[in-house]
């Protein structure tokens, strides 16, 4: 059974920055699929906040935090990373991690960011 974990959520204040890493375990190839981050506020509508080719060739990323967010992976470690610098207030969500083939997606169960002073 397909599991992904993330980590590295938590508080943080403005301006500061954190490092999401997501683990995915083993039974499929991790590097067949694409990755993604998304993020989902309180009374929001789930959001991609990055995504990832399975190569790690090809990044996107949403309007709202380009150039502060950075997704990366490491397929030799079934990996994927979000580095997030300048962090915002209106960054606060929960953060999912998703890996997808076709018609084939999986989801963590999401980690907390919080940015407040």
């Known amino acids: 059974q397909v599991q992904l974990v993330e980590s590295g959520g938590g508080l943080v204040q403005p301006g500061g920055s954190l490092r999401l890493s997501c683990g995915a375990s083993?039974?499929?190839?991790?590097?067949?699929?694409?990755a993604g981050w998304y993020r989902q506020a309180p009374g929001k509508e789930r959001e991609l906040v990055a995504g990832?080719?399975?190569?790690?060739?090809?990044?996107n990323y949403a309007d709202s935090v380009k150039g502060r967010f950075t997704i990366s992976r490491d397929n030799a470690k079934n990996t994927v990373y979000l580095q997030m610098s300048s962090l915002k207030p209106e960054d606060t969500a929960v953060y999912y991690c998703?890996?997808?083939?076709?018609?084939?997606?999986?989801w963590g169960q999401g980690t907390q960011v919080t940015v407040s002073s």
């Open positions: 998703n890996v997808r083939k076709n018609y084939v997606t999986y």
């Open positions: 083993s039974g499929f190839t991790f590097s067949d699929y694409r």
């Open positions: 990832i080719s399975s190569a790690g060739r090809n990044t």
